[in-house]
């Protein structure tokens, strides 16, 4: 079985499940607030930031610092413990499959699952933005390709993050546990983000794009400089290092 055939089996199993409710649930909470406080969108407190850019960051906010991750840790635990309650995992160990390829198949559908709340996530923008702009008879919806580029952006970095997440999932069994120390890893992102070795961290990688954005949108608020050195080496070790821990142990428990 080659490995986009592993990938067709994994979409399958999550077909009819309920994985992309989940994922929409943070989506259309994060919106709704900037809805209903539409009209604090227009209090910058002194920033030179155009309403319109002020309504994208506040709405971004909350997903890049909390609910992207959340998101993926909960559909981590989801993946790994919807094969372990059903003996799933011990089926498909059972058959000539290479295990790490198995388990960079299940990765590759955490990553498309985060590609569709990607989507959710513009579409919802949009949503929300023309219903602001009919309330406050005010344009608040920017270019397509500003909103697109810059979420993609965003989930393209969060990909390290879930492969920490995955490897998390993977050693440990108990979803509990799981859960907890990814959702105990997020909160301290917002506070390593302002430090020098904010790049060790993967969790603060999409906070760091979004305020990067901030910084050109408010000129002269915030540093515009992305520091692709040494970012990018480090978030590769570091992906490529969790995956690897998460290819040796995939299925430990089950072939002992």
Request: charged share 10%.
């Amino acid at each position: 079985m080659n490995f986009f055939s592993l990938i067709h089996v994994e979409l399958k199993k999550i077909r009819r499940s309920k994985i992309l409710l989940i994922l929409l649930v943070p989506v259309i909470m994060m919106w709704i607030p900037s809805i209903i406080n539409s009209d604090g969108i227009f209090d910058v407190r002194g920033i030179p930031i155009t309403p319109e850019k002020n309504f994208f960051i506040q709405g971004f906010m909350g997903m890049v610092w909390f609910m992207i991750p959340a998101s993926l840790v909960i559909c981590t635990v989801l993946l790994t413990q919807t094969e372990r309650s059903h003996g799933g995992i011990l089926k498909m160990l059972s058959l000539p499959v290479n295990t790490a390829k198995l388990c960079l198949a299940k990765f590759t559908v955490l990553v498309l699952l985060s590609f569709a709340q990607m989507i959710m996530t513009i579409c919802a923008y949009y949503v929300s933005a023309a219903v602001v702009s009919q309330i406050q008879d005010y344009n608040f919806i920017l270019n397509p390709l500003f909103i697109c580029g810059n979420a993609l952006a965003i989930y393209a970095a969060a990909i390290p993050m879930a492969a920490v997440f995955w490897m998390i999932a993977t050693l440990v069994q108990a979803p509990v546990f799981s859960v907890g120390i990814g959702l105990a890893s997020i909160v301290p992102s917002v506070l390593i983000i302002n430090t020098k070795i904010w790049f060790i961290y993967p969790m603060s990688y999409p906070f760091y794009l979004l305020m990067i954005q901030y910084g050109k949108a408010a000129e002269g608020m915030y540093d515009t400089r992305i520091d692709w050195l040494p970012w990018l080496p480090a978030a590769a070790f570091i992906m490529i290092t969790a995956l690897a821990v998460s290819c040796i142990r995939f299925g430990a428990s089950e072939r002992r």
